[in-house]
């Protein structure tokens, strides 16, 4: 498979969008793969992915987006480009439980998630052994309500130092602060709940007082509201009065590792456009 | 099939639960056609169906019960009996809707809901015609804010009248009364989310909003706090932005007639067995 | 909301088809609703369906075959073209069950079909009530190993005389001819079992002999080969060892119902464009 | 939580069945933390499941196999008796991948399956890499068509040398003998299809041109007919048309794991019973 490039696009709807973009690419002597689009009648908005061949594309790496931005500015369009050769590089944070992080670094290891996973950061000491098996650097980095922010500063350091293009927050179990995630947006957390039921802490608790009969698990952007950020995926499962919340959790671990590991993929593959607090995934 | 007895039981948990209660039904000659019993360890109660068929049993019907409760009450059981060709009434609630009063009356028809439905209860006058079309009584009985006390009182003579012994609340929309919920508790509601997400008014239009992957439909018994009787069925389907409102509000209703179906069907089968907030459905 | 016309293209895959059929809808002033494309890149087909507003296309409408006729043919494309206010009509054929038929009826008459529905026709006489409590006209061709070809030409008699455009086999349970199924090739069967599992005959009461865990049900187009047709839609559900056969019957009904519904509406929307054995849905 | 024993019992249907087993725990002080019961009526067969503690039981633990043959026989019941603290011993065979094998050593690691893992035997040497990283016993068993016999030979010394409980075929890929299965019957194995759809090779392959819409996984006990054995788990995922073979073989890696997984696990929790080519799952 040759190199791709990947326009993700939203802008208000008008006539002629698809003929344009589409003309842009085919005017350039590009092979269109992959196109998609969807409308948002509730509030006018025109969304699309469109992923096209490099090989014989006529323009250079470099100018596509000078280019593109001609056409998308009169549009009022925006817009982010995407190379398939370049390898996005990932830090999966976490607390104490590795399913998540090993899940993660399996499905890497098999092809199966198109990034680098050069630095895991905890604030836990717990699962340096994994890092160490699998090579991978591991930074301990405690917090708590009083070193917070300093802390936060650390984080962020790391991230700058390591390259890092997205966060995965694989059960990190603690809240990121404003401030944090507007420095560094790109952050993917798993909620251990089919959101918006049972925000916050113990969800498999409450799941289990309430007496549901399906759990759940939900993949999100982070925003600086707890659980409020824009779902990418959820999934479920089945559970019974046999189940206690030993079961409960047991069980989740496998929605949260699948959850978690489908929203990290269609990320890595530039397939989710977000608009207000919802997303587009476009399979 | 001859007809059975059904004890639903729940005790404190001791040793030789299983054997009392088997022996009773064995000494008397009875067949265990269905035995099921789950411990809840967390709160130390023992729960137990028990279904054998009144062929060849020793004890005439009327006898039973005193029997039983010679047995129980040592235990300090909580019990129900239920015999298997005593069919229950049912009255079906409706606003106006009709998709799920149609397929519960289509299952009836099938032999699916073991029950008789000699009366449709509706604070509006539209379903009437289905009512006609299928030879059940239809009481309009509109109710709002200043007349509910009084429109309540007339609903609950309407279901001494037609001897009801569950009221189904199929999309009825409107919340009983905590008095109403004291003096008939044997109600089952459908809600159109999954709960506890989307409790109370609007369900679709708010998972719409907070663009959730998956939505879902509940069915429960019906208590005075809105939203938070015990659960007893639930189903989920797969959404995705192609899916505008009115998409999950249609697929919205294919749930609400499983789910409702399956919570009617079990509990007429006395499968389920309430305790606290929750319940066992034994299947 | 307004007519829409919709293409259903499948042509050799090349560069530019996408600006190419987008240009073809601009250039006349229409605005694109839905557009979707796959790439079968192992056949190396291109598929897509694109949807626009009549209103304020400049194009009249008996002359958009023949203009897009001019773009399709040097592109090797095959293609049909639908519009959104021309209601398809069709007929039901039926045997003793009605659950698919009344479903079907129902969810014509909540307007979830975009479809008239004037003809019913069996090899039984026994859904004729349900036909004339919904005044649809009913007949009953009687059909066995003798009078086939006969009675096949009676049933494309009346699917002219009825101005049918496509035939849903709602548990029709007989096999249609190579020579019917040539003349009328529109045909939705849906079968009750997970396809290939169970082909033929009595597929509930094979599942329950292989002791499976799930069993499902798939809706197809019919082709000369039995239960071979290229599969439009199929679910499953969950059963266990408590299930006899009756049990998977009745969970299977609700199967047949919900698939069988899904893929005569995909296919009423122009959604589904069949290539050899198989289909693409555009949701 | 204490030790356990588990009686697992299939015989002839017959009055007071539950009330015998249950008094034989009972009257010899147990306390039953599981009871469980089938009757299959159409072969006229009751099976069931009782777990209770040891603690405080007055039978020592080898006195409670011939005290309860004493009940069983006059039954003509066929039972075993697992003690919940003799924990067994896993072989897992695998060929050249490794997603099932690391996903079933994760689990046991993380205490959801109780059993050791001290072997894996292999046709290929590529994953002796995990086993070393786990401190499992590698063989590397190269087997074709000409040395079957004796490669299995080696095999069944492996199992009796390493006291081997269980086989599980993590995608082993190979066919046992006839003679093996007789030999050593307790196997698991995942078959990459949604039994019977698909038997033997290639069933992504084969399901992709079929065209079918969902995909699945199965775990069944190994008998001499390939695939044929009686099934403990299915699990199935929906596909679409955009997914080309490469994927399925991805989606259906999650399928096999979780599977394979669950059925181990009930296995080992001796929740399976089979009779004839069925099993029931005690839950």
């Known amino acids: 498979m040759t190199a791709t490039a990947t326009l993700l696009i939203s802008c208000p709807d008008q006539r002629g969008l698809v003929a344009k973009f589409a003309n842009f690419i ?35 790496r470099e100018l596509i987006s000078p280019a593109f931005n001609a056409i998308a500015q009169p549009l009022d369009a925006k817009w982010e480009l995407h190379f398939s050769d370049t390898v996005p590089r990932i830090a999966i944070w976490v607390s104490r439980q590795d399913h998540c992080l090993l899940d993660l670094i399996w499905r890497q290891r098999a092809s199966e998630l198109a990034a680098e996973i050069p630095l895991i950061i905890s604030n836990h000491p717990d699962l340096q052994i994994i890092a160490n098996q699998f090579g991978i650097d591991y930074h301990y980095v405690p917090i708590n309500n009083e070193n917070k922010l300093e802390q936060e500063a650390k984080q962020l350091e790391l991230l700058r130092q390591y390259n890092i293009d997205l966060v995965v927050l694989a059960k990190y179990m603690r809240i990121l602060s404003f401030d944090f995630v507007s420095k560094f947006p790109q952050v993917i957390n798993i909620h251990h709940s089919f959101l918006p039921a049972f925000v916050g802490a113990n969800p498999y608790e409450r799941a289990y007082q309430r007496g549901v009969k399906i759990i759940g698990a939900t993949a999100h952007y982070v925003t600086a509201d707890l659980d409020q950020g824009p779902i990418i995926e959820q999934e479920v499962v089945r559970i019974s009065h046999r189940d206690d919340v030993a079961d409960l959790i047991r069980k989740g671990k496998d929605l949260e590792r699948m959850v978690l590991a489908r929203a990290v993929r269609v990320h890595l593959q530039n397939r989710v456009l977000v608009y207000g607090d919802r997303t587009v995934v476009f399979e």
Do not use: K
């Open 26 to 60: 085919y005017a350039n002597g590009g092979n269109i793969v992959h196109a998609d689009q969807h409308t948002d009648f509730a509030v006018g908005l025109f969304l699309t992915r469109i992923e096209w061949q490099l090989e014989g594309f006529h323009l250079p």
